[in-house]
């Protein structure tokens, strides 16, 4: 059973730095590409970026570039998120999922469960 | 980038009705790569469209997407009580992919 396993709730203060994870399991990690998608509190999904774990290409939008690091640890089948300085405008629920093939232009069928982070 | 915007806001549907759902993006879709999710409180998005007109695994013949280019539509026929979430267009042709702003379908 393919399942995404995102990492708990945060608290953070403005300024700090934070990594939120998404470990997967149940398919071949390297094979497949790994989105992140932000949605604030009462509103809508917005994407963020994807990598491809198997060679790092990653991808990202102009909105969140430079704002947050998208990357992923084969060894262990898990995606990460990271900020360097947080503001409160990044209070949100984070969401990892992963495409519906190795492909680059598809949709993501499966889905992390999300973590809030509070800032 | 490719905006998408839909429409309506908020549809509000009696159980067995049809609910009819738009997107249209800014510039044309390529080869259809449009999807719809749907997401009710508290859940992750569920994918239940996919290259336009693809149903995802497992999601019932009563949700079907069309279109091309620049306008899409999901149509719900026979809207049950369980269909009550927010649905989401997105396209994965261009980067950034990018997500419409959704609309809610509410049951009256």
């Known amino acids: 059973e393919v399942q995404l396993v995102q990492s708990g709730a945060e608290v953070k203060k403005s300024g700090e730095s934070l990594k939120i994870s998404c470990k997967t399991s149940g398919y071949s990690f390297s094979n497949y590409w790994i989105g992140w998608v932000r949605q604030m509190p009462g509103k809508g999904l917005e994407w963020m970026g994807i990598i491809h774990p198997g060679d790092s290409d990653t991808r990202s939008s102009p909105s969140f570039q430079g704002q947050v690091t998208i990357s992923a640890d084969k060894s262990i089948s898990t995606a990460y998120l990271q900020w360097s300085s947080l503001k409160a405008s990044d209070t949100a629920i984070y969401f990892c999922a992963r495409t519906t093939s190795g492909s680059y232009h598809t949709a993501f069928d499966m889905w992390g469960q999300g973590t809030l982070v509070s800032v | 980038e490719n905006a998408l915007t839909q429409s309506p806001g908020t549809l509000s549907v009696s159980p067995g009705e049809r609910a009819t759902l738009s997107c249209r993006a800014s510039?044309?879709?390529?080869?259809?790569?449009l999807a719809w999710y749907q997401q009710k409180p508290g859940q992750a998005p569920r994918l239940l469209i996919y290259g336009a007109s693809s149903r995802a695994t497992g999601i019932p013949d009563r949700f079907s997407g069309s279109g091309s280019g620049t306008d899409f539509t999901l149509t719900i026929s026979r809207l049950e009580a369980e269909d009550s979430a927010v649905y989401y267009c997105q396209q994965y042709g261009s980067s950034p992919w990018t997500f419409g702003q959704g609309t809610k379908v509410e049951i009256k």
């Open positions: 510039q044309s879709v390529s080869s259809s790569y």
